[in-house]
RNA sequence: GGGUGAUUAGCUCAGCUGGCUAGAGCAUCACAUUGACAUUGUGAAGGUCACAGGUUCAAGUCCUGUAUCACCCACCA
């Protein structure tokens, strides 16, 4: 009968995506009707938000692959009859984009002053929603069954307006709040950064020893280690163990500042580490995160000197004033060298903190920012976990995100960005007047005046809303320059993206049920979003978090573009398929576990592929134009091989519901190959061979084959949609099956 | 320093609540096949399940300790 290709060429694989596309049924609303026309009984809807890749550049293989597990567990759910709804987004990406995007605007020749606020907002967006179509089609390609009718983005002023709703009502229950805290600065990139948005670095550096003089004892001194002289013209104390012999004498007495000429305390306290350096530590809280919390535990001064660029600045002698750290670091050395201060100075490798987009020394410094009290969330997020209302797969990340929330600390949401979703907030008389009223308790805005000599019209008081308020008597309204921190917003994702409490999305879909992403995200945004979502909606965001593999290259080293090592996924695509590329990332990127891209294992599985594919042909080549009719027609009959094979779906089924997507794919793949091709079709050969067209034993057996075969392209298909909906079609060319395999039901489960 | 996990065939890993004569894929070797598929078939080789103790009738599987590795968090004056 009708001559298929010899192999599986899967190039079709386009063309089966724009049959699933077209049909409608990867929304679940149509999908809900289409199981209603049919007489399905319709169950509860099943929903995962994907993760939105970030827009600022293609998809890597990771993302391509991740979205096979969601696929996965939605294809499953959807031939369950279940309304299933995948629903695509893609992420602004706050400082990554903005960064990659400067850059972009730099090669121009451009910055993005020269375009001003408003104009880069649009180009980037525009460059946005470029990278946004890209990673649709990789999304497509990888075979993902999402409700691209329904596709989002975190700038979209849909969501903006529940990210808004959020702020306002955590401003109004007193959980975020504007604090003077110690920040990680990027002087290049010119923002705070959260903790994740660095990195450390082993870097060379130097250990200065620095000899702090005694006010009271003449010529007795305290020598104290640093790795970074220049903040010592931010010093506001020594700090000594309590037991350290050494210097319990000079506790509570004074040192003069060398060079800055300030005398500043010598204090006493636990943390200090008597056997580091001298055992003595010089405190500079305006620019040490330790130090900082040493400085508010003792009240001592927060002395600034390095300013968001990364100059020195603040109350230092002029000849310092505008230098880079570097540089004033070694003018200081040489001036202390001369004055005989300096006892000596060691090399050293320490770790520094590094910005992750563009590898410059992170400065910490003193500045104020937005904040969010987020104990009281983690509490009710703890709770959740404890009672089992979310699990995390496998187990042992559970643990993890537990002690997450126990040790959490105050969120910073605030970003010295333009790319982002703009702080809602405007100030009367100016955020300077705001943050000095907060710092200075009981002063008045005539004090301010009077203590800055800045004239201002105002009353320090905060508006919250995007339109500027009216203004009275005159004030002047300032608008916030920052915008939220990208993880404020794609931690509202789950909800934001049904519409908010109120959307009739929301009614339907939420909560989803399963969260899928690779682990290195799991506390930035699961566990923000759990947070998020029992704040904003009452109810957990998702049952289950289930935490990937990472995929490496070949070799086991991380994938990146640096390093050249990085395979686009369009290669494997083209190569082999996209079936082969899921099948390898379902045995090999399980939980915990690394992924090394090896070639010859798609490779192996591509072969798989094409089994499907003949063994299909075998079995429709088999069959006669004029047996169809009786083919189709005839009862199936619950023989021992029909048992089995409705067994293994039920055993298929049972490890997809539980995750487990390697066994799963290994089932499919031992029963069909080695079950139905090696064994049964083998039989069945012998069993027609010598058989005329039409002749009872020969329906028996073809009747009974192809509906084995038709079974097995069910359950494979959340797997392998690809090859199993083609021969499929082709079945429906021969009268042999009808719609689409997208949509059948396993009615035997 | 804190946390989490891993350690099973050459490689990447399965092995759920203890019953294994320890599996898969890829790689290797031998043989077969122009027959749906050379993108195939049949078979072989390859492992004191990191190490040391313990619990048990029975341990890859549970407990304790040791070692090595990985990731995350904190920090390094």
């Known amino acids: 009968m009708e001559q298929l290709s010899k192999s599986y060429n899967s190039n079709v694989e386009t063309e089966i995506y724009s049959l699933w596309f077209k049909s409608g049924l990867t929304n679940p609303d149509n999908m809900e009707e289409y199981l209603k026309e049919e007489g399905y009984e319709v169950k509860t809807p099943f929903t995962i938000a994907l993760p939105p890749p970030n827009a600022n550049a293609n998809l890597h293989l990771g993302h391509v692959c991740g979205y096979s597990f969601h696929d996965v567990m939605g294809r499953y759910m959807r031939m369950s009859g279940h309304p299933v709804l995948l629903l695509p987004g893609k992420d602004h990406a706050g400082i990554q984009t903005e960064s990659v995007f400067t850059k972009q605007l730099e090669k121009e020749g451009k910055t993005k002053e020269d375009l001003g606020r408003k104009e880069f907002y649009k180009q980037a967006y525009e460059f946005c929603m470029k990278n946004a179509e890209n990673a649709r089609e990789q999304e497509k390609r990888i075979g993902l069954s999402a409700d691209f009718s329904r596709e989002l983005f975190t700038l979209d002023s849909k969501l903006t307006k529940i990210v808004y709703e959020t702020f306002y009502s955590m401003f109004e229950e007193g959980l975020i709040y504007r604090d003077k805290r110690i920040i990680n600065q990027c002087p290049n990139c010119m923002t705070a950064l959260a903790d994740i948005d660095t990195e450390h670095e ?282 939220f921190d990208t993880w404020f917003s794609s931690g509202q994702w789950p909800f934001s993206t049904l519409g908010g409490p109120q959307g009739d999305d929301f009614k339907k879909y939420y909560p989803t049920q399963v969260m899928i992403h690779a682990r290195d995200i799991i506390f930035w945004w699961s566990a923000r979003m759990i947070m998020m979502g029992l704040y904003r909606t009452g109810q957990v965001p998702f049952k289950d978090i289930f935490v990937t593999g990472m995929i490496l290259a070949d070799d086991g080293s991380k994938m ?28 090999d990127a399980l939980p915990g576990s690394n992924a090394p891209l090896r070639e010859e294992k798609i490779k192996g599985n591509r072969n798989f592929v094409n089994k499907i594919w003949n063994a299909s042909r075998f079995i429709i080549m088999n069959i006669d134009k004029s047996e169809i009719s009786q083919i189709s027609e005839r009862e199936i009959k619950k023989t021992e091989k029909v048992a089995k094979t409705e067994k293994h779906l039920l055993k298929v089924g049972k490890y997809i519901e539980k995750y487990q997507f390697n066994l799963g794919a290994e089932s499919i793949r031992e029963f069909f190959w080695h079950q139905l091709c090696d064994i049964w079709i083998e039989e069945a050969k012998k069993q027609i061979q010598n058989e005329d067209i039409g002749s009872e034993k020969r329906i028996e057996v073809l009747t009974e084959l192809l509906h084995i075969l038709k079974e097995n392209l069910k359950i494979m298909h959340p797997f392998i949609p690809f090859v199993t909906e083609a021969v499929w079609q082709e079945l429906v060319n021969l009268n042999l099956a009808e719609g689409m395999l997208m949509t059948q039901q396993m009615m035997s489960l």
Request: overall charge negative; aromatic content about 10%.
């Open 202 to 483: 082993l870097k060379r550096g130097i250990f200065a020893y620095i000899k702090y003089p005694l006010v009271d004892n003449p010529g007795e001194y305290i020598t104290v280690a640093t790795t970074r002289p220049e903040t010592m013209l931010g010093d506001a104390a020594v700090a000594v163990h309590p037991d350290d012999e050494r210097y319990s004498k000079y506790v509570g007495k004074k040192v003069l500042l060398p060079i800055a000429e300030r005398e500043i305390p010598v204090i006493a306290d636990e943390e200090v580490d008597m056997e580091l350096g001298t055992g003595a530590v010089k405190v500079t809280p305006a620019h040490s995160p330790v130090d900082f919390e040493l400085g508010q535990k003792h009240g001592l001064e927060v002395v600034n000197v390095i300013n968001e660029k990364g100059l020195m600045e603040g109350d230092i002698p002029e000849r310092f004033k505008g230098m880079g750290t570097v540089e004033c670091s070694k003018a200081l050395v040489k001036e202390l060298d001369e004055k005989g201060l300096l006892e000596k100075i060691e090399n050293t490798e320490h770790e520094v903190t590094v910005c992750e987009r563009c590898r410059t020394n992170i400065e910490p410094i003193i500045s104020n920012q937005w904040y969010l009290n987020v104990k009281p969330l983690a509490e009710k997020a703890l709770k959740e976990l404890k009672e089992g209302n979310i699990k995390v797969y496998p187990r042992g990340q559970q643990k993890a995100l537990m002690h997450f929330y126990e040790n959490i600390q105050p969120w910073c949401i605030s970003r010295q960005l333009w790319w982002g979703q703009r702080i809602p907030v405007w100030y009367s008389g100016g955020k300077k007047l705001y943050d000095w009223l907060l710092e200075n308790e009981g002063k008045t805005v005539q004090d301010f005046e009077k203590e800055t000599g800045v004239k201002v019209s105002g009353t320090g008081e905060l508006y919250l809303g995007e339109e500027e308020p009216e203004s009275t008597n005159g004030e002047v309204w300032e608008k916030e320059e920052d915008v």
């Open 560 to 587: 990146s573009k640096s390093r050249g090592n990085s395979v686009e996924p369009k290669e494997i695509f083209e190569r082999y398929g996209a079936d082969a590329l899921r099948l390898w990332y379902y045995s």
